[in-house]
Each structure stands twice: as structure tokens, then as C-alpha cells.
């Protein structure tokens, strides 16, 4: 069982560049999340998908979309980077009680 | 705005002591809640879940809940030095919700 997985595990994208941050699970959630982690801000929702085939915004969401993918995948792309989206991308799952697994993380840098 | 407030440390504690986190969040309405463990350029992993009133011990760990008081603590005995990271406290807030609000966490540190 690898858990989350998370690709990239960093990247580097100019101002206005798009991009495509991937997330799985092998665990079988149904729930699937995405959070920004800013140093002195904490974990914030950007997106989450309750199940397959809903996503809905959480507390971040400007200048995001997501994808519901299948059961096992959903995606986060950044349209139009900017500098302020510059941080460290987790993905998660939830199983029937409420946890949260968290994968690895995406390191991104916007220059 | 549902929040949840750690103090954000640095909390130092000597090896073999007992090092108390705290929490404490503002919807009444909240549900479950959670302790994770974040190591320095890590993920968070979760250590603790706690759904009702009291005490809840796992190993090393004892979560405490008060919900009357609207606060909920993480309890390490014996802290060893692989015990040093930041501990992050995490509430869902209603009964159907699927979200969690998390607090910015504590920085634990243990010295040897």
C-alpha cells in the first residue's frame, strides 16, 4: 500500500506558467482534499471532493481548479501561477471516520 | 469564522518529561478531533483522533477532550528527542461536514 502519492515532489514555474499538481490513493477513500501549508498561515482547504464525481471550494480557492479524476485520482491545476501561490501542496484522503492521510507534498516556488 | 488556536512555541521540554499541547477552538458545534505530528519538511501524520469527552491513551500519547470548555490537549510522557516537531491540532465542525479546520501548531522541542 503506497498510501497518497504526489508528483511532483517540487517544481519551479515562471509567473503566468500553468501547471498540473497529480494526487493518488490505494486505500479506497471516497474523500479527497487539498491543502496549502504557508509558513505562519497553517494548513488552509483549497479544494475538496466529497466523492467521486463532486468537488467543492474550500477556504483558498481563487486561482485554482480541480479534477475528480476517478475513485483514486484527483488533480489540482494552477491556470496562471503567481507569486503568491508559491508554497508546499498537500493532497489527502479521508476514510469512514473522518482521518485525513496526507501524501508527501509538492514543493512549489513561483519566480 | 470557525477557528482553532494553538500556542505556537517553541515548547522545550527535557528527555523523559512530560510535554503538554494545547488547543482550543471556537465552534461548539464541532465534532471530532485530531492531533497530527509534522516533522520539518515532512507531512503531516496523524497520531490521535478523539471523538468524545475524557481521555483517550495510545502508547506514549493521551489526548484529553473538554468539550464544555472548548478545548482539547495532547499529553506526551516520557518525551524523547525523535519527539521534537511540530504538532498541529485539526477540529471538524458539524455533524455532516467533511472538512477540517486546523490550527498553525506548536513547535515541540526536546532536549537531550
Known amino acids: 500500500n503506497a498510501g497518497v502519492t504526489q508528483t511532483p515532489k517540487f517544481q519551479v514555474l515562471k509567473t503566468g506558467q500553468s501547471m498540473t499538481l497529480q494526487c493518488a490513493q490505494d486505500?479506497?477513500?471516497?474523500?479527497m482534499y487539498w491543502y496549502r501549508q504557508d509558513p505562519g498561515m497553517g494548513l488552509r482547504l483549497i479544494y475538496y471532493?466529497?466523492?467521486?464525481?463532486?468537488?467543492d471550494k474550500g477556504e483558498v480557492p481563487n486561482g485554482y481548479n480541480v479534477s475528480r479524476l476517478n475513485k483514486r485520482e484527483f488533480s489540482l491545476r494552477l491556470e496562471s501561477a503567481a507569486p503568491s501561490q508559491t508554497s508546499v501542496y498537500f493532497c489527502?484522503?479521508?476514510?469512514?471516520?473522518?482521518?485525513?492521510?496526507f501524501g508527501p507534498g509538492t514543493r512549489l516556488t513561483v519566480t | 469564522q470557525k477557528e482553532v488556536e494553538q500556542n505556537s512555541g517553541p515548547l522545550s521540554v527535557p528527555e523523559g518529561a512530560i510535554a503538554s499541547l494545547n488547543c482550543t477552538y471556537s465552534?461548539?458545534?464541532?465534532?471530532?478531533f485530531f492531533w497530527y505530528r509534522q516533522y520539518s519538511g515532512k507531512s503531516p501524520e496523524l497520531i490521535m483522533s478523539i471523538y468524545s469527552n475524557g481521555d483517550k491513551e495510545d502508547g506514549r500519547f493521551t489526548a484529553q477532550l473538554n468539550k464544555a470548555s472548548q478545548y482539547v490537549s495532547l499529553l506526551i510522557r516520557d518525551s524523547q528527542p525523535s519527539d521534537s516537531a511540530t504538532y498541529l491540532c485539526?477540529?471538524?465542525?458539524?455533524?455532516?461536514?467533511?472538512?477540517?479546520?486546523f490550527g498553525k501548531g506548536t513547535k515541540l522541542s526536546v532536549i537531550p
Open positions: 465552534d461548539r458545534g464541532s465534532q471530532s
Open positions: 485539526a477540529v471538524r465542525t458539524g455533524a455532516g461536514s467533511y472538512q477540517l479546520t
Open positions: 486505500m479506497n477513500h471516497n474523500s
Open positions: 471532493s466529497a466523492s467521486e464525481g463532486t468537488t
Open positions: 489527502a484522503s479521508r476514510d469512514r471516520g473522518y482521518e485525513q492521510y
